[in-house]
DNA sequence: CAGAATCAAATTGTCAAACAATTGATTGTT
DNA sequence: AACAATCAATTGTTTGACAATTTGATTCTG
């Protein structure tokens, strides 16, 4: 059975009182906000020493699992998992993924569309005058003339992280992280060099108004074409980079 | 301008180096595969000791941004970001978001039916005869009178990973995959304790059905009403919790 | 000369003991 | 009773050493 691990690789004591510790926590072992022992006695508990015990703790810290305190009420403590937590987790993957594994952009518009289109009868149906404020703030913020490329990007994302508030269901928002704040960046870094930033501040202020008359359908189809937009932009840039890219 | 860090909070050396480092790779400053300086070598650029590199080393090693191998040419190695890396991690911070952190059942309905049905018309264009096979498999195992919940689970949340390959899109498996291993269990969770466990098997055959026929309007449709029948389980489930949950 | 066994070197893994820094609790003082 | 100084517990960090592992060069043997 163990023949596994001792052929391949015998992962180290570290790796080891990590996922024993991780393993306690998932189980419901050790509850939120309950104190860790202290490290001098989880490492004669394991029976390591204590910069092993740490290297154990820091993979958990790393991880969001503990929260680490110094003092004499200090300790280690089992973390509670929180939305916001939780959705950086994972914009820091989706984004990794995102900048070293390049991948065809029809690939990454179509997921786009897909996945923003899920979100809009629930947007339409639920947004608030808030989202629509803040929405038409951003697409002001957008129209601005010298705003940098920096800016615009980051305008379009609070833009469409709005958008997937609006759904009222945090567990959609929070899958909707990985394209609000990975993939949208990326499309706008494709779209902007282009200089269409008059065009998508038009789609966004569109889709507002749909959003305000509650028009589902009609706020598909500007996302829609939107998105069509954007794939034959990408579709020129790489052509432009085939054919010669050194040009300009 | 170091007083910003001093007044919130000093963070310990091991988390700044490992930022520090983290920024590095992100940058692009250290490419995939490329070797990081010994350890020995960074304590002293960083001015630290070498355990305190090391828990910053675990840190990263943690969030799969670097691996670490022994010996002669061994060291500390930046890592490539593999799909299924990305995935695992995601999966675990969806898990670990839905165990402990509970929600209602509505929404937790709701977004697996908004994210599922908008992969719909993908997987009815593209679905090959070895998806609807696999997933017609996975329908005959669940249809075995004295499956396990636990195994029944499992199918189901193959059926689902099936279901979401045959969009042919990376990444939307990619961005789907906190619904089929972490929504989906959690669903399921509710569902087969009501033994209606064949109603989901017969649910997820019409689905089979309408996508052989790439019927994207009826797929919906057995989705929706599936989802239905869920949110009322969930219900009765919560009303019986609130009334007298001791009563059995 | 070719190949195999052996040894050396480099690197991470682990340990031990100690001191520093931080923070809450305790105790003494006014 | 209020307040300040001290204390104790705990994590943060350092130093130094040795063990384990892997690779590559060296040396021995046929």
Redesign the interface.
Known sequence: MTSDDAAERQPSA?HQI?EAIRELI?DGKLT?DQRLPGEQDLATRFGVSR?TV???L??????N?IRTRRGATGGNFVN????SG?HD??V???T??M???P?PAE??A??RL??L???M??AAERRGPEHLRAMRDEVARQRVADISDEDFCASDVRFHRVLVEATD????A??MA??VEA?QPLLNMITYRERDRTRIADWNERLCDRLEARDVEGALAELSASADHTAQLAARAQEMRAAGGSGS
Chains 1, 2 share one sequence.
């Open positions: 570290g990590a998932l939120v910069p740490r290297e154990a820091k993979r958990l810290a790393a991880q699992l509670r998992p929180t939305w939780a987790q994972l820091a993957t989706a990794l993924l900048t070293m594994a991948m690939t990454v179509e997921a897909s996945l289109g899920a979100c009868p629930m269901n945090p567990l959609i929070f899958q990985g394209v993939i």
